[in-house]
C-alpha cells in the first residue's frame, strides 16, 4: 500500500530555529505539493515540483521558506529563521501527471508549533 | 482568480440523516471538481470527482453532481454514519495544459452522533 510519508509528525521549536520537513513522495510520481493548513486560511499551496524542478513556489514567503527535491524520493520544506504565525500543519502530496489528470495523494501532515 | 466556497460548518447529524454540503467555484477555465475528505490526524483523501458538466462522481454512498449552470458541486449523503466524521473539502482544478494545482475551500467540519 504506497504512501506518502513526513517526518517529523509533531514539531515544537522556539521563535528563530531553524525547521525543516521531509517528505518521501510516492515512488513513480513525478509531481510534488507543499501545502499549509491553519484555522484561518485554510489550505495553501506553498509550492510545487514536477520531475524535481520548482514550478510554482508563488505561495511561499521567500524571505524565510526555501523547498527543495534532493532526489525523487525525498522533498524538504525549510523554514529559517521560524515565527510563531508559522505554526499550521504542513501537508505533502505526490501525483503523476501521466493522464489528462493527476490525483494528488497526502501525506499525514507536519504540525509545526512555534513558541 | 478560482476560488471554492463551501458553507461554513461545523455540521453536526444524527446517524442515518441525510447530508448535503454546499459548494459552490468560480474558475477562468472549464474545470474538474473534486471532494477530498480528512479524517482526525490524517491527511487529505480523494473521496469523488467529476470532470465535466453534468457528470455525477460517487464513492462510499457519497454522490456530488457537476453543475455549470449553477457552478455547483454540491456532495449528498443519503445515510451518515458515525465513521463519516471528518472534515469535507471542495476542490477545482482549472483547465489549461500543465495546470495540476488544486483550488480548495475552507472546509466543512461533519460530527455525526450515535
Known amino acids: 500500500d504506497a504512501r506518502v510519508t513526513q517526518t517529523p509528525r509533531h514539531k515544537v521549536t522556539e521563535m528563530g530555529q531553524e525547521v525543516t520537513m521531509r517528505c518521501q513522495p510516492i515512488?513513480?510520481?513525478?509531481?510534488v505539493f507543499w501545502y499549509r493548513q491553519t484555522m484561518m486560511q485554510g489550505l495553501e499551496l506553498l509550492a510545487y515540483?514536477?520531475?524535481?524542478?520548482?514550478?510554482?513556489d508563488s505561495g511561499m514567503p521567500k524571505d524565510r521558506f526555501s523547498a527543495e527535491m534532493p532526489d525523487a524520493t525525498l522533498a524538504t520544506l525549510k523554514i529559517q529563521p521560524s515565527e510563531p504565525r508559522d505554526s499550521a500543519v504542513y501537508f505533502c502530496?505526490?501525483?503523476?501527471?501521466?493522464?489528462?489528470?493527476?490525483?494528488?495523494?497526502f501525506g499525514p501532515g507536519t504540525r509545526l508549533t512555534v513558541l | 482568480g478560482d476560488s471554492v466556497t463551501q458553507m461554513e460548518g461545523p455540521v453536526t447529524l444524527s446517524e442515518e440523516a441525510f447530508l448535503t454540503i454546499n459548494c459552490t467555484y468560480t474558475?477562468?477555465?472549464?474545470?474538474?471538481l473534486f471532494w477530498y475528505v480528512q479524517y482526525p490526524g490524517e491527511g487529505l483523501q480523494l473521496l469523488l470527482k467529476?470532470?465535466?458538466?453534468?457528470d455525477k462522481g460517487s464513492n462510499k454512498g457519497f454522490e456530488a453532481t457537476y453543475r455549470k449552470e449553477t457552478t455547483s458541486f454540491h456532495l449528498e449523503k443519503g445515510s451518515v454514519q458515525v465513521s463519516d466524521s471528518a472534515v469535507y473539502f471542495c476542490?477545482?482544478?482549472?483547465?489549461?495544459?500543465?495546470?495540476?494545482?488544486?483550488?480548495f475551500g475552507k472546509g466543512t467540519k461533519l460530527s455525526v452522533i450515535p
Open positions: 502530496a505526490s501525483g503523476l501527471v501521466a493522464t489528462s489528470w493527476a490525483e494528488q495523494f
Open positions: 515512488l513513480g510520481h513525478n509531481t
Open positions: 515540483f514536477r520531475n524535481r524542478a520548482p514550478l510554482d
Open positions: 474558475a477562468t477555465g472549464y474545470p474538474s
Open positions: 467529476a470532470t465535466k458538466a453534468d
Open positions: 476542490a477545482l482544478r482549472d483547465s489549461g495544459a500543465g495546470s495540476y494545482q488544486l483550488t
